[in-house]
């Protein structure tokens, strides 16, 4: 069975900053990997995806992921923080080979300040 | 593109009462679509898959007969939560698979049940 743990319920970080919320899987098999974004009462927006190929993937609003299969990581960046960044995160993972569900780890509540 | 609704946004009923909760893919068709459940500063838990033209399957520990899924079209599933309960009340997200390469879910913007 495949879980995704996320370091950290609640980042803080100054407007500016480096942004950096932890991601870790165990998967059976090399999965995909994929990072969510969720504002209060709305659904999830696709920030950025790893299926295969590169492994640093660039996403929406500047923000980038590297997959790293030797440290089953997955931690999303992004150089500088902006207040509009303040909002849940959601990494997740699917196994590739067959199968379509997705397992979400607990979230990573970023809070951006001045 | 890729665009999934949910309607309604939300929803406040009586306490027994049934509501449906209505899941469209807007521009595709969608041979799968999920329902996830979401508490208060949690994480999505995964309730159902729905496929359709046939019987959903549910995850374990969901009450099928409490929470019926049907997807009677390739731009259309519902989920209709029965003789609802206030421990029932929670934030429903569904999303939809285009069907390409990964099959990328797209997610609708989610719907807040609260029973009273």
């Known amino acids: 069975a495949q879980s995704v743990t996320q370091l950290g319920s609640h980042v803080s970080v100054s407007e500016g900053a480096l942004v950096l919320l932890r991601c870790n899987y165990s998967?059976?098999?090399?999965?995909?990997l994929f990072w969510y974004v969720q504002y209060p009462n709305q659904g999830l927006q696709l920030l950025l995806k790893y299926t295969t190929g590169a492994t640093l993937v660039k996403g929406i609003n500047g923000f980038e992921a590297e997959f790293k299969k030797s440290e089953t990581s997955f931690h999303l960046t992004k150089p500088s923080a902006h207040m509009s960044d303040a909002a849940e995160y959601f990494c997740a993972v699917r196994e590739t080979g067959g199968g379509n569900k997705l397992t979400f780890g607990t979230g990573t509540q970023l809070k951006v300040e001045l | 593109g890729a665009v999934v609704s949910q309607h309604p946004s939300r929803v406040i009923c009586k306490s027994g009462t049934s509501v449906k909760i209505e899941c469209r893919s807007l521009?595709?068709?969608?041979?799968?679509m999920f329902w996830y459940r979401q508490f208060p500063k949690q994480s999505l838990m995964l309730m159902a898959t729905?496929?359709?033209?046939?019987?959903?399957?549910?995850e374990q520990g969901v009450e099928k007969d409490k929470f019926l899924i049907n997807h009677a079209s390739l731009t259309l599933s519902t989920l209709t939560v029965t003789s609802a309960h206030p421990e029932d009340s929670s934030f429903y997200i569904c999303?939809?698979?285009?069907?390409?390469?990964?099959?990328?879910?797209?997610f609708g913007p989610g719907t807040r049940l609260t029973v009273l």
């Open positions: 521009d595709f068709q969608a041979t799968t």
């Open positions: 999303s939809a698979e285009t069907g390409v390469s990964y099959n990328e879910q797209f």
């Open positions: 729905s496929n359709e033209g046939s019987k959903a399957t549910y």
């Open positions: 998967s059976s098999v090399p999965p995909y």
